[in-house]
């Protein structure tokens, strides 16, 4: 057996309610209990979200500084090649020492970055200073 209540529901409500209950299949019991099933459901569900929101939100300010500091290390580069073919004058076609020259350097930096990368090392980290 159910417990039964007494409620007290304004005028709008009880009109909105008896219309629904006037239905097929509808009574006015089982829809009180959806309503309150479902706000119910939505409480729990809205404490989830405000502890998620919580997480998102850290979440999003993280890659924000990401896409920041990606925004910067990208204009850093863009800068550094601009600046480094300005200054260098081009290699003649027969320069075979000096792209030799420059193979070994190029070789050298892709190591030296694929060796920092894998130690989890960083040029501009203040506490590994080289």
């Known amino acids: 057996m159910k417990p039964r209540h007494h409620l007290y ?20 019991s089982a829809i009180v209990s959806a309503a309150l099933s479902a706000y119910f459901l939505r409480q729990g569900a809205r404490e989830v979200d405000d502890l998620l929101k919580v997480r998102l939100d850290r979440i999003s300010n993280q890659l924000a500084r990401i896409e920041r500091d990606g925004q910067v290390l ?12 300005n ?18 350097r190029f070789h050298a930096f892709v190591g030296q970055v694929g060796r920092l990368v894998a130690e989890g090392k960083r040029t501009l980290d203040p506490e590994g200073e080289q």
């Open 9 to 28: 529901l304004d005028e709008a409500l009880t009109e909105q309610l008896e219309a629904l209950a006037r239905k097929p299949g509808g009574s006015k």
């Open 74 to 85: 990208l204009e850093s580069f863009a800068l550094l090649v601009r600046y480094f073919l």
């Open 87 to 104: 200054v260098t004058p081009p290699l003649g076609e027969d320069d075979k020492v000096g792209r030799a020259l420059g193979r070994d």
